[in-house]
């Protein structure tokens, strides 16, 4: 029987994509498609989950002008969801995609809160039933917030026998890990930020995991077209799947979290849930938009990934 997997995202975006032939500087360049997703780690999974056939909600706080459009963009998905809204207007993200492959990514500014504006939202997730199985605790934290909001929150529903997810990065990361999560998915830039060091290697980002699995159950790092590591402390698999065109990769890590949870949360085993995760992230960046797979395409991917012990 599926469970429940609720995500939490407190510093959602409205993302915004545009392919261009090329990336000029100085220039005018002028967009040969784009798209308008709402954004955010833990929305992106919950779209996931869903396109997959899976139970997830996700819960977000936003405000403004750009905070209603997510709110519509999000019915209109229909992501099933519930916000907050809050004071300040939520933040745009800007990706642009040359048909070379290279991109310029800009991260909106966040809203500036003050803990005594979002503690009635907290609350709500406190008391929401039913508790679900996972906690997906997700992406940056708005200007004002304690870094070690994500640590807190791991406590708080550990107490309740519910187990946590965590993809975050920097200072909040930092803390997180701390809390002893179930499982953490850093990329390669985020493992070397968690770990204060350049992991310039496979076998380095390995071993780094494998120091995690000390405080972590699973340690899953994305590695982009290089696959991803899967670690617990006594097993450690490489996940690869053949090179496939790329129109987006935004959100492909966020797919990949989305894939893994859905499986994992059917009972399937942790190998199978991988290879649930590398085909959802592949699907997902061959088509244009933000974390956004379809099942027909994720089953056909799913036998095609490589899956080796290392």
Excluded at 15 to 33: G, L, P, R, S, T
Excluded at 191 to 204: A, P, S, Y
Excluded at 248 to 270: C, M, N, Q, T, Y
Aim: aromatic residues 6%.
């Amino acid at each position: 029987m599926q469970g429940m997997i609720y995500t939490l995202t407190l510093n959602p975006s409205l993302d915004q994509h545009f392919i261009v032939k090329k990336i000029i500087k100085d220039d005018v360049v002028y967009a040969q498609q784009s798209c308008l997703d709402p954004g955010g780690k833990g929305l992106n999974v919950t779209r996931v989950i869903q396109q997959l056939g899976g139970k997830s909600r996700a819960f977000t706080m936003a405000g403004g002008s750009c905070g209603k459009l997510l709110e519509e963009m999000l019915h209109q998905q229909s992501i099933h969801h519930r916000l907050y809204r809050i004071q300040g207007n939520t933040r745009t993200n800007i990706k642009i995609t040359a048909h070379d492959g290279s991109h310029i990514q800009i991260q909106g500014q966040s809203p500036r809160l003050k803990a005594a504006d979002i503690k009635p939202f907290f609350h709500m997730i406190e008391q929401v039933k039913p508790r679900p199985s996972y906690w997906v605790l997700a992406g940056s934290l708005p200007q004002g917030i304690t870094p070690a909001i994500y640590a807190q929150l791991i406590q708080s529903f550990h107490k309740r026998g519910e187990k946590c997810v965590l993809d975050a990065d920097a200072e909040p990361f930092q803390h997180g890990v701390l809390a002893k999560p179930f499982l953490i998915k850093p990329n390669e830039h985020e493992l070397q930020r968690l770990m204060g060091k350049k992991l310039m290697t496979r076998n380095q980002m390995l071993k780094a995991a494998r120091e995690l699995t000390r405080k972590v159950d699973i340690v899953v790092v994305t590695l982009a077209s290089k696959g991803a590591l899967v670690v617990t402390p006594s097993e450690s698999w490489h996940l690869t799947l053949p090179p496939v065109e790329v129109k987006s990769p935004v959100g492909a890590g966020d797919a990949f979290l989305g894939g893994f949870l859905f499986a994992l949360d059917r009972k399937e085993s942790l190998q199978d849930a991988a290879r649930w995760a590398m085909a959802a992230a592949t699907a997902s960046v061959r088509r244009h938009g933000t974390a956004n797979c379809r099942h027909s395409d994720v089953l056909a991917l799913v036998k095609r990934v490589v899956l080796k012990k290392c």
